[in-house]
């Protein structure tokens, strides 16, 4: 069949295909340059975009120019766990300088993989009371980075949030990945400073996507009249659909990153992703530049927390944030 005879569909087929074939059939053969800094991701490359660019910002903010004088190899998995092995082996493979392996799902791919590659990782959870770490100060591993949360209060501090945005709410859904081994701290911070604020907390878990609206479906029959949604990658992935149908049952809601708020999410507290990977570059920079030991690298904490309220997403479901409370905002989406 000649080129004018494919149907358009077909030949649309033909060339993603070949655009999505092509970096599997070269990727062995890739003449990376040095120093090589590898990244791995849940998310998919369109999800982690501002994540990125915060660390290729970070990296030219200290003269690192990618192609130049430092080469990246970035793999995104796409949501899909499955995947996190196999591109973990490909990167271990490739001998990186240093292998940023973020969230912890990333992290556990990896080190199933090696014990000497320097590596780079975000924690949601307290990383020494997960083994991972011998303490925050000399993590004595091959291993450094992050911790998100910086203290196990901001899980209370988003419930509480909660509480001063929507005056009277009693009863709060809280929804989980259950293939997610941080959530189950997540459900343990979350039901005691729900207890000592007063709240009835659902704990709803979902195991994909496919579960998202029999989720909201257990919330409404719980009589749910708010969502608190962790902050994995699964989340993340799924923001925007989340935000959607929170605003279709009417939940006032609030999530770990701003990024939820922008996606149409009512209200978000937490550091910045962005910020965090920008952080990372001069953490790289240490360990390839200065010869330091990621073991010997204290492990850092966010120095700053926003919160962004969307009022246009609270105004679609008749919800009066009071002028107090927002006035506390650090960004106010009109």
Do not use: C
Not at 286 to 302: H, T
């Amino acid at each position: 069949m000649r080129f004018g005879q494919l149907k358009r569909r077909e030949f649309i087929t033909l060339v993603v295909g070949a655009v999505a074939a092509w970096p599997l059939a070269v990727r062995a053969q890739q003449p990376w340059g040095r120093p090589l800094i590898a990244l791995l991701s849940p998310l998919s490359a369109a999800t982690a975009t501002r994540n990125i660019a915060g660390f290729r910002n970070g990296l030219r903010d200290l003269g690192l120019i990618e192609g130049r004088n430092i080469f990246l190899a970035l793999r995104f998995a796409g949501g899909v766990a499955e995947r996190m092995p196999v591109l973990a082996r490909e990167l271990v493979d490739l001998k990186p300088d240093v292998l940023i392996a973020a969230p912890e799902s990333s992290l556990a791919a990896v080190r199933a993989l090696t014990t000497t590659v320097p590596i780079l990782t975000i924690w949601l959870r307290d990383p020494v009371l997960t083994g991972t770490v011998e303490s925050i100060a000399h993590p004595a591993q091959n291993v450094t980075g992050t911790w998100i949360a910086g203290d196990d209060a901001l899980v209370g501090k988003r419930l509480e949030l909660l509480k001063e945005a929507v005056p009277g709410v009693m009863r709060v859904a809280l929804f989980v990945n259950a293939a997610d081994l941080t959530d189950k701290a997540m459900i343990d911070l979350a039901t005691n400073a729900a207890r000592a604020l007063g709240l009835t907390l659902t704990v709803i878990p979902l195991r994909d996507a496919a579960g998202i609206e029999a989720a909201f479906a257990t919330a409404a029959r719980d009589g749910a009249q708010a969502l608190f949604v962790s902050q994995g990658p699964f989340f993340n992935a799924h923001r925007a659909e989340l935000a959607e149908r929170a605003q279709r049952a009417r939940l006032p809601a609030i999530y770990g990153f701003r990024e939820f708020a922008f996606a149409g999410g009512m209200m978000s507290y937490g550091p910045s992703l962005p910020a965090v990977y920008q952080r990372f570059a001069t953490l790289v920079e240490k360990i390839i530049l200065k010869g330091e030991k990621p073991g010997n690298l204290p492990i850092e904490v966010p120095t700053r927390f926003e919160l962004v309220i969307n009022l246009k997403a609270a105004n679609a479901i008749n919800l009066d944030i009071p002028e107090a409370f927002l006035i506390r905002a650090d960004e106010v989406i009109e």
